[in-house]
């Protein structure tokens, strides 16, 4: 019965369902539509980011400062930041392995290098890679030249972008087994690597960031970063490679943390290394076998929750000195950028909303005063409070619910329109955001279902005000004059 | 038996800073199964009487007590029961529930008070009343396309619905022509003979109060004179 008098009751006040009808329609379309866009490009990020170079999880050394793949995520600082070498990397890494969550797991050194090419001369990140693991962990890679960079071999791969760069800026096209200079300058000194392009490589979904890295076998970025090198792995330098020492042996023990052991042209002995660790001008607790590492990179399987299992990752990691991070931290400012356009939607989408809210609560408000003799006779017949407000809250909830399926059938037109123009966008940004380099959206049936919940959310919030003035209503009101 | 009693019942009206007393202290007693008129000028406070008996309205002093239980100092959800179980309102004015239908709004007073009777039971005594108030061709049909008598009878059967004790109506004559006046309450007299409601009305009409067991006069607030049956008793 109370849902006959509600249902009716909508087409006695027609005027004011229609506008309420409406007001909720308009904000269910704007809801869906721009979720719809968040969620397309929270994929189009996925791809772009994640299958990239971030995966879902990275671990790295606690700090201070937000931190990326690149560095430190605040500019200022970036330049003089220089990434911490995680420690207990391999315990890290058996722990984070022990995760059935985990679909696969990486290692890399990241810092930043200038990088010469022919006469060209660029400023670029450098990622230091285990290959085994690597590509493997990140299916965005493809492969346009050359080959992928091998285990135990130096060797760098650059992206199909700088390339055509080089390309267009020399007239010289850049190919395989073409050398490249690494430099860096840092504290530590000046350190130079020269190494052989393997391949030629570019991601998915590329924006300007993943164009200028560089991958390198792990040796070559360690000696970069002046990071300790791996010592019984079979690597062993070319004779290409150029070391250029800035100081001599003897003040190499002298210099505390300094470690630039790699730059010695001879092979090193592991006694060498020894002497070296017992005299303390070593950081100690790095991973003697395998070489430091900066992150730790995971791979989640389909389906798992990462903030979720990011909190259980960081429990565990409580004892040590590393951190777990997302991939939109991993994924340094440009993801950061397009979040901020995110929250900035959303924060837009929410007044919009709570404007709305308060127009529909001053509809329903009149409405009430509107039927104060039929609620007024209601209560002298014998409604009780919980009566009048679950009648009212029915109307209510009917109207949004209508106005919710309705807001996602307009913006479903809304949105064939929008595809129908197919428009082309030029932004690198905008078009990671989306994973296309065209505007289409795609139907969500999931942001479906949360819009009609989201209406009748609207429907009842909007009605609790106007609920609480119509239980105000006495009943001597169904015979008050007027 | 008294199903209602009323002692030194005043009640003032407030308009802005204006006192308005409307009823000055009225105290009365009503027997079951009574069918009382309280009659008067307009202004008299016959309405104010009716809503206070009908518990839609309260007093600014004095005690009630209806079928047994002193409603005086009730709170909100008890009152709400009262007016369930043991009260009947009609209006002036009818007030029907405009969207629903004739069967409907009979029934709406049963599906408020969630009276224990199964779907069918509750349809069958629905269809009695409409009957009773010979209606039985117009179930479908909604208020306004009914004439004011009509509504009215729909009105009393509503009243009737949850088999109250007590069935309140403020000048139910009022909004009809004489010879409806008349059908109506000869339809709430038989009513009262068969089943032993006690019927409560206002009227200034002396037409229909001659038509009652028991009037009450009023006059300013007060009650000027009371007549039972053919007796009457000054005051
Ligand atoms: N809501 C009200 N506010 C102020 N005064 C009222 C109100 N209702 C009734 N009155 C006054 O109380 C007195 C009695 O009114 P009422 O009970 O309606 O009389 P009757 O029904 O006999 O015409 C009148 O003087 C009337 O003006
Ligand atoms: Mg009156």
Request: with cysteine; aromatic share 6%.
């Amino acid at each position: 019965m109370i849902f006959i008098i509600a249902f009716r009751n909508l087409f006695k006040s027609i005027r004011h369902t229609l506008i309420v009808v409406f007001l909720i329609m308009v904000i269910i379309a704007l809801f869906y539509i721009g979720n719809t866009v968040l969620e397309e490009s929270n994929n189009g990020l996925r791809t772009t980011y994640i299958l990239n170079y971030t995966g879902d999880i990275v671990i790295q050394e606690k700090t201070d400062v937000s931190m990326s793949l690149f560095g430190a995520n605040t500019p200022a600082i970036g330049e003089f930041f220089s990434i911490p070498v995680l420690n207990d990397v391999d315990t890290i890494n058996a722990l984070a392995a022990d995760f059935e969550e985990v679909e696969t797991i990486t290692r890399q050194i990241s810092g930043p290098a200038v990088l010469d090419i022919g006469t060209q001369r660029f400023g670029v990140p450098v990622f230091g890679i285990d290959p085994d693991t690597y590509f493997p962990c990140f299916p965005g890679i493809q492969l346009d030249a050359g080959r992928f960079l091998q285990s135990g071999e130096m060797g760098a791969m650059l992206t199909k972008g700088r390339a055509e760069q080089v390309k267009k800026d020399t007239g010289v096209p850049v190919s395989v087994g073409d050398s490249i200079l690494l430099s860096t300058a840092g504290t530590t000194g000046f350190k130079i690597r020269e190494v052989p392009v393997v391949g030629i490589f570019s991601y998915s979904n590329a924006v300007q960031i993943p164009d200028e890295i560089v991958l390198t076998d792990a040796q070559t970025a360690r000696a970069l970063n002046s990071i300790l090198l791996a010592t019984d792995s079979d690597y062993a330098p070319p004779e290409t490679t150029v070391d250029i020492l800035t100081d001599d042996i003897d003040s190499l023990f002298m210099d505390e943390g300094s470690d630039t052991i790699a730059d010695k042209t001879e092979s090193v002995s592991l006694a060498e290394i020894k002497t070296l660790l017992e005299t303390g001008t070593e950081p100690v607790t790095q991973d003697w076998k395998d070489g430091g590492w900066n992150f730790i990179i995971l791979r989640l399987k389909k389906g798992v929750n990462d903030s979720d299992f990011l909190k259980k990752l960081n429990e565990k990691l409580e004892p040590f000195t590393a951190k777990a991070v997302d991939w939109r931290t991993a994924a340094g400012t440009p993801a950061l950028l397009v979040l901020l356009l995110q929250y900035l939607f959303n924060a837009g989408l929410l007044l919009i909303i709570i404007a709305g809210i308060i127009a529909i609560i001053n509809i329903l408000l009149i409405t009430v005063f509107q039927r104060m003799k039929e609620i007024g006779t209601l209560r002298a017949i014998g409604a009780s409070d919980g009566y009048v407000r679950l009648l009212i809250f029915t109307e209510n909830i009917i109207i949004a619910a209508i106005a919710g399926i309705l807001g996602i059938v307009l913006g479903n037109v809304l949105i064939q329109v929008i595809n129908g123009m197919g428009i082309s966008v030029n932004n690198s940004l905008i078009s990671s955001m989306l994973g296309h380099d065209r505007i289409f959206i795609q139907n969500s049936g999931l942001m479906a279902i949360a819009s009609v919940a989201l209406s009748v959310v609207l429907g009842f919030l909007s009605s609790i005000y106007p609920v609480q003035i119509a239980l105000r209503i006495q009943p001597v009101e169904a015979v008050a004059k007027g | 038996m008294s199903i209602i009693q009323l002692d030194t019942i005043i009640k003032t009206y407030h308009m802005g800073k204006v006192e308005v007393p409307a009823l000055r202290g009225i105290s009365l007693t009503l027997v079951k199964g009574d069918f009382v008129a309280i009659a008067g000028p307009s202004g008299s406070g016959k309405t104010t009487i009716l809503n206070i008996i009908g518990l839609i309205d309260k007093p600014t002093s004095g005690s009630i007590v209806i079928a047994d239980k002193n409603v005086t100092n009730m709170k909100k959800a008890g009152l709400t029961r009262m007016r369930q179980k043991e009260l009947g309102f009609i209006f002036q004015s009818f007030n029907l529930i405009s969207v629903l239908n004739v069967f409907e709004n009979v029934e709406l007073p049963l599906i408020i008070g969630k009276a224990e009777q199964t779907k069918a039971e509750r349809r069958d005594w629905v269809n009695y009343l409409i009957e009773e108030v010979g209606l039985a061709d117009r179930k479908k049909h909604k208020p306004a396309e009914l004439s004011g008598g009509q509504q009215q009878r729909v009105a009393i059967a509503r009243a009737l619905s949850t088999k109250p004790q007590i069935v309140i109506a403020d000048e139910p004559t009022a909004n009809l022509d004489s010879a409806t006046g008349e059908t109506i309450l000869n339809l709430m007299k038989k009513i009262n003979k068969e089943q032993n409601t006690t019927f409560v009305f206002s009227t200034h009409d002396p037409v229909i109060h001659e038509l009652a067991d028991h009037v009450i006069f009023l006059k300013d607030g007060n009650i000027v004179r009371e007549r039972k049956q053919a007796k009457e008793v000054k005051k």
